[in-house]
């Protein structure tokens, strides 16, 4: 885990004695046992050991900037407002462009590496800042604010004072700006909670001051939690979910907002429109009392206008458009012992530029036994496509999805109507099919 015990004491434990080597070959045997049965060394040569001491290979680099790529969540963009021109001068603004530690040049990457770095080195992760130089050298940097680093950090020394002169100053300057915004990696992560969701300190002073200026701009958040932006939504052109993208974060950063890389990723979770509204979760059960704004009694927020997220589980834009259609079974029934049913629907890129979807598979059992989520995630899919191009993705539904375990541990797989959805969020609800399950329980039956 985050604990560097074994690395700082183990080799002196094991010289002293006090560790023998045979515990050490026991764990060692033990871990390989399973990695091998699992494939991980199928067709893979370890060409190197990484000591801490040498850089990082450009292999593993490649695959870290793909993955911070692949896992950013456009939530807005106005416009569209995003991607930027990198040929343009570009103001970063906000905390998080640079972590510096000190002064210490080689950290500015900090905050990237997340809030469970392990071994990770400071020294090898690339600052939003540098990656957006990188590729727009008119750049400039304006922290406007100070955010601590501090393992107890004190919520009221965070972001206390926004320098605005110096931040309207730096976007008057630009033809664009970015706002390098959110939580410290020290803020995330076991025993972090915090009770209040939305940017830690002023950092929407920030937003406020840069919007007078009439420039345009985007906000990149890093954070480890989903954050209350509600206010950040309302004035802000673009917002990119960008969390803690590891050692190549700023590169990927760059990729996505200078439009290298069209953003694909989904939310893995629901954000809330306030922190009143946690927890809120897509899976959630059926109330008696829908939300309906016109009617006294019903299950929303007095004071919210909305019952729904702010963004939903499985939402996420892009630079083009997609739709998914066609959704189609390949039976009405499934038995309910070993029968199974597969799932097909299309999806088209209808925008003028390739990119990513994830095609999401979700159920609702309208009638069980014990009450059941409104939806059910059982599958997703992301494909690449082209201009026009148009994809059938497929999922095969069996008793373990459609089943579920009551109360007692124990599988119940029972008749009756099952409702397929499919979309690129979870609130898609213009693709359903219906199946029936037979030769299961009856779901009249006492269940324990």
């Not at 560097?4 to 046992?33: C, E, H, W």
């Not at 915004?181 to 995330?188: A, F, P």
């Not at 541990?409 to 029936?436: C, H, M, P, W």
Request: net charge negative; hydrophobic share 35%; with cysteine.
């Amino acid at each position: 885990m985050v604990s560097t015990n074994y690395r700082d004491f183990g080799k002196q434990l094991v010289q002293s004695g006090r560790v023998p080597m045979r515990r050490i070959d026991d764990a060692v045997r033990r871990i390989l046992r399973v990695k091998f049965r699992a494939g991980l060394f199928d067709n893979v040569r370890y060409n190197h050991v990484d000591n801490r001491q040498t850089p990082l290979p450009d292999a593993s680099r490649e695959a870290a900037r793909s993955a911070a790529q692949r896992s950013m969540v456009l939530l807005k963009n106005d416009g569209p407002t995003l991607p930027f021109d990198a040929s343009k001068k570009t103001a970063v603004i906000g905390p998080l462009g640079q972590s510096l530690l000190d002064g210490n040049v080689k950290a500015t990457g900090h905050d990237m590496l997340g809030s469970w770095w392990g071994v990770g080195r400071d020294e090898d992760a690339v600052a939003p800042y540098d990656g957006i130089k990188a590729q727009s050298p008119n750049a400039t940097y304006t922290p406007g604010c100070t955010l601590t680093h501090n393992e107890l950090y004190d919520p009221a020394g965070e972001c206390a004072t926004v320098d605005k002169e110096a931040v309207t100053a730096a976007a008057n300057a630009a033809d664009q700006v970015i706002l390098t915004l959110g939580e410290t990696r020290e803020m995330s992560g076991e025993a972090e909670a915090r009770s209040d969701l939305s940017l830690p300190g002023e950092q929407e002073q920030i937003i406020d001051a840069v919007k007078a200026t009439g420039k345009p701009f985007a906000v990149v958040l890093f954070n480890g939690r989903p954050l209350a932006l509600t206010d950040v939504d309302a004035a802000s052109p673009a917002i990119l979910e960008a969390w803690f993208g590891g050692v190549e974060a700023g590169n990927a950063v760059a990729d996505v907002v200078f439009g290298k890389v069209n953003p694909g990723g989904k939310l893995p979770v629901s954000f809330p429109r306030n922190v009143g509204q946690v927890p809120i979760y897509y899976n959630h059960l059926p109330t008696g009392r829908p939300c309906d704004p016109n009617s006294r009694y019903n299950s929303r927020h007095r004071d919210i206008v909305s019952c729904s997220p702010l963004y939903d589980f499985g939402f996420g834009l892009s630079y083009t458009t997609f739709k998914v259609s066609n959704l189609k079974l390949s039976s009405a029934t499934m038995d309910a012992r070993r029968g199974t049913v597969t799932v097909s629907a299309d999806v088209t890129n209808t925008g003028e530029k390739p990119g990513d979807d994830v095609v999401q598979l979700y159920i609702h059992d309208p009638a069980a036994s014990l009450s059941q989520p409104v939806r059910r995630l059982r599958g997703f899919q992301r494909v690449t496509l082209a201009k026009g191009e148009t994809r059938t993705v497929t999922w095969t539904l069996g008793r373990e999805d459609v089943g579920f375990y009551d109360n007692s541990g124990r599988l119940r797989v029972e008749n009756g109507t099952i409702e397929v959805y499919a979309g690129d969020s979870s609130t898609q609800t213009d693709n359903v099919e219906r199946f029936k399950i037979v030769g299961g329980q009856d779901p009249r039956e006492d269940v324990d």
